[in-house]
């Protein structure tokens, strides 16, 4: 594909191309509205201990590192494009839409398919909060449960049934969607009171147990996998955590997606991504080293603790709290889910968004109201998410996820690279270190190997299932593409990288590198499934 504008694939399909989203927060509130990435360690915090055992604060810790260093060249890629939302995905889908077209939707794609099921899974575990606060267990509204299809064939004992959680759940989605109706500025004040209501002081009570002596080594003995030994089983294990701990601690990067609602993007927008990987760091790490130091491998996997339903009772034990206490922490836990399910919810809808609005999905999905919100993007995730929420198994769909959010950093990662390459003279407000390029271009090789290894450690249909619903990108995009938009892209999709004082996109210099980077992440994958799945 050439790469200069002039060329037909880029031959305008629109009139114009307006500014459409309204410039309204700083990098500070991007920051607010991006932490409820940190309520995301809730999910999945005690899944990841029926694994790993005693080392699962190291795999939170490892994951959560990752994540931080990515957002270093993620950031150059954000200042580089101000004038785009949905986040990094497509930020690096630009680098890939010149070598490979296919690749661009399927990284964005990927993207959405990972955020959008926070709705779902934060929804849920806030509804059976709300019921296990208000509702005693025994009551009606608890035990009523109503199996609409039986998807044994996929996972053994997954349903799709109606219940209580099901329909506050889909009640809490309902008023987020609301709030966010309104525009950015009203979603930014409303993280800020959640984030100041539940997740920070949920954070500081955190050293309560460290300072109460209820944290104690003796649970991080041995240290080694749930099996027992650092032999072939426990390996696998610990990658498969590693594996579902990165659908949560890579999600600093969920701080760009708001680039083109900041006042200052180019300066602001690597200041935003940095601290909100800097404060995932902090909180993924202290909270399963607590939580694990207090409760030990024998807590941690209680029914209560895996499903995620039974931690703020847990929390309650670890700082000595009484009744009222208890409700207290529940009620913060209630906040920090609904930060991370409004930060969902804002994520994917921009990450629709954008991807209509540069050519990749239906163009139905390529609108604003008038406060400069995707409200049919969020229809989209509404419904979406009220189908997932009928599911019973919720760690089931977190790993599906999982295997999606891993390819798209896998995309994501060696895209910063390539734009380097392509794009020499672009704008930078922000440049990554050549040392911090390449790191992270290794660890796209990391993630492949990580989603061969470790998916199936949550289910043997989640790797298959997890590649189709990915590839499910690939006839949306076709059908846009060449029947909608007869194969023709709009021209302002690129036309952030065209250095300044020029009027053409420099031509592509990555040459056969895009091709063999994409091959070796096959590779790899292809390698982790074989070492630990190929007997």
Known sequence: MDSKVSNPE???????????????VSWWEVVFIALGACALVMFSLGGISAVTGTVSPLVWTISA???????????????????????????????WIRHIKVVAPMSVWGNWIAYSPILAIGSGLGAGYVLSVFVPPDHVLNTWSFTLVDLNAIKPGLTLRLNMQFVLGTLIMLTIWAIQHAGITRTARVQIALTLGGLFPLVLVCFLPLFGGKVTMEHFTPFVPLNGAWDFEGWKLFFGGLFIAAWSAYAAESSVCFMSEMRDPETGGPKAVIWTGVICLVVYALVSFVFQGGLGTEGMLSPGIQSGEGVGAAFAGLVGAGPFFTNLLVVMLIFSLLLGVMTAMADSARTLYQGAHDGWFPKYLDHLNEHGVPTRAMWVDLFFNAFLLLMSDYLFVLAVSAVNYLMFHTLNMSAAWIHRIDNPRSKRPYRASMFWLVVVGCLSFVNAFLIGAGANVWGDGVLPLGFTVLFAAVPVFLYRHYV????????????????????ELTPTRAGILPYLALAGNALAILIGYQIFWGS
């Open 10 to 24: 880029h031959v305008i399909v629109s009139s114009s191309h307006k500014e459409n989203m309204v410039r309204a």
């Open 65 to 95: 590192t990752i994540g931080l260093i990515a957002t270093f060249v993620y950031a150059e890629m954000a200042a580089m494009l101000p004038n785009k939302s949905g986040g990094t995905a497509n930020y690096g889908a630009t680098a």
């Open 484 to 503: 909608t938009d007869r194969g023709k892209f709009p021209d302002y999709m690129l036309s952030d990288l065209i250095p300044p004082g020029e009027t």
